[in-house]
């Protein structure tokens, strides 16, 4: 099972919105309604941010919101702030064979 | 507020078996239908799922890792533990335990770093 494809960093300024891709397949993201997305600072553990796609866990701002198109999951993180600069991971449920696949990562700096 | 620590030896020799316990606070192991995970994070790359124990003591695994890894857990001590065998020097990485309920972990430890090294 290969990782969840995303890209390796996304840029904005403060105020502005930004989207992060997550591309897997017919047998994970496509199938599932089960995509969660983690915030992951420097040095420390990641931080649930999103999860069944688009339910944001109590304490989460309302400035990340979560999708999902087909194989493609997306998260979007409007107004940003210099808090928001970060890696970020999507992870699938995949069946159970392989149950969870994580996304490559994406950087987000905020300019 | 469920609290979750990793402890283990930081240093493991190539084809040995690394060794990390989790250790719940703040509430029990065995209430509440939850998945107790393992996943780890080499350095400088994203997040791999190792594998996951539920309550009743019921497991799954990463296929690609499944013939080295037992999850197991000790509901007297509140702590689940890892074991993964023949360790290599691509074994070297964070590793965090974790809680997991309908596909979402909400609950991470701090992590810990892992070497493999002769």
């Known amino acids: 099972q290969s990782a969840l494809t995303q890209p390796a960093s996304v840029s904005g300024s403060p105020g502005q919105s930004i989207t992060i891709s997550c591309t897997g397949t017919?047998?994970?993201?496509?199938?599932?309604?089960?995509v969660s997305w983690y915030q992951q600072h420097p040095g420390k553990a990641p931080k649930l941010m999103i999860y069944e796609g688009s339910k944001r866990p109590s304490g989460v701002s309302n400035r990340f919101s979560g999708s999902k198109s087909g194989n493609t999951a997306s998260l979007t993180i409007s107004g940003l702030q210099a808090e928001d600069e970060a890696d970020y991971y999507c992870?699938?449920?995949?069946?159970?064979?392989?149950?969870?696949?994580f996304g490559t990562g994406t950087k987000v700096t905020v300019l | 507020q469920v609290q979750l620590q990793e402890s283990g030896p930081g240093l493991v020799k190539p084809s040995q078996t690394l060794s990390l316990t989790c250790t719940v606070s703040?509430?029990?192991?065995?209430?509440?239908?939850?998945?107790w995970s393992w996943i780890r994070q080499p350095a400088g790359k994203g997040l791999e799922w190792i594998g996951r124990i539920y309550t009743s003591g019921s497991t799954n695994y990463n296929p690609s890792l499944k013939s080295r890894v037992t999850i197991s857990v000790d509901t007297s001590k509140n702590q689940f533990s890892l074991k993964l065998s023949s360790v290599t020097a691509a074994d070297t990485a964070v590793y965090y335990c974790a809680r997991e309920k309908g596909a979402r972990t909400d609950y991470w430890g701090q992590g810990t770093l892992v070497t493999v090294s002769s």
């Open positions: 703040g509430g029990s192991i065995s209430s509440g239908s939850y998945y």
């Open positions: 992870c699938s449920y995949a069946g159970s064979s392989t149950f969870y696949v």
């Open positions: 017919s047998s994970d993201v496509g199938s599932y309604n089960l």
